[in-house]
């Protein structure tokens, strides 16, 4: 399977515990994107990589939040004292620099569930 | 107001029916359209990309009028597979997101 791979499926913490996800894009894509993802609603950007470079972080990603790319490819996501409120999906996704209007793609997604 | 506006539905139409969603945007300097497909507890999948000139894909029909700052994705021949939530977006890297309109389609 070539299309964009997240680990864990799920993950159920503890308020207070940190967690750490990971994303694997679409290999030819240089672009990666974190959203995030609570019932009745689309996905909320987060942030977004041009290659290793973090280029854009939405204010939503609070002090809690980090995003890394060391090597261009993939992604972690990490959530320090995780808080209840932190509970949704999270999704990573991939385009190609140049590609058509820049079309992203969809990993299957991180389900985060704080206790 | 929202950046991205949909109605969230539901709509329920019979298999065979034509329906409509609409989307409206407020950023005027938005350059890309799309609209994803989101099935229950799953993630979202593109769709078909929006251009000015209008674009269709089978049963699919979508269209930009940027005068108004709406897009529209029309759906012919509905089938039952086409149960799902729409979600249309907007903009470049920063994609913005809509709520989504959910879809039943029923025999």
């Known amino acids: 399977d070539t299309g964009v791979s997240q680990d864990p499926r799920h993950k159920i913490t503890k308020r207070g515990q940190n967690v750490t996800f990971r994303c694997d894009p679409i290999s030819e894509h240089n672009r990666l994107y974190w959203y995030r993802q609570t019932l009745g609603q689309g996905p909320e950007f987060l942030t977004y990589f041009q290659n290793e470079a973090q280029l854009e972080k939405s204010r939503l990603l609070s002090d809690r939040f980090s995003a890394e790319r060391p090597k261009g490819s993939f992604s972690t996501l990490e959530i320090q004292r995780t808080e209840q409120g932190d509970s949704a999906m999270y999704l990573c996704?991939?385009?190609?620099?140049?590609?058509?209007?820049?079309?992203?793609?969809f990993g299957p997604g991180t389900r985060l569930t704080v206790l | 107001r929202k950046e991205v506006e949909q109605d969230p539905g539901p709509f329920n139409v019979p298999e065979g029916a034509t329906v409509a969603f609409n989307c409206t945007y407020s950023n005027s300097a938005s350059q890309s359209f799309f609209w994803y497909r989101q099935d229950c507890r799953k993630e979202p999948k593109l769709l078909m990309s929006?251009?000015?000139s209008g674009n269709e894909d089978g049963r699919f029909t979508a269209q930009l009028n940027r005068a108004s700052q709406y897009i529209s994705l029309l759906i012919r021949d509905s089938k039952l597979s086409d149960s799902a939530t729409y979600l249309c977006?907007?903009?470049?890297?920063?994609?913005?997101f809509g709520a989504g309109t959910r879809l039943f389609v029923k025999a």
């Open positions: 996704a991939s385009s190609q620099r140049g590609g058509p209007g820049n079309e992203q793609f």
């Open positions: 929006v251009y000015s």
């Open positions: 977006a907007t903009g470049g890297f920063k994609t913005i």
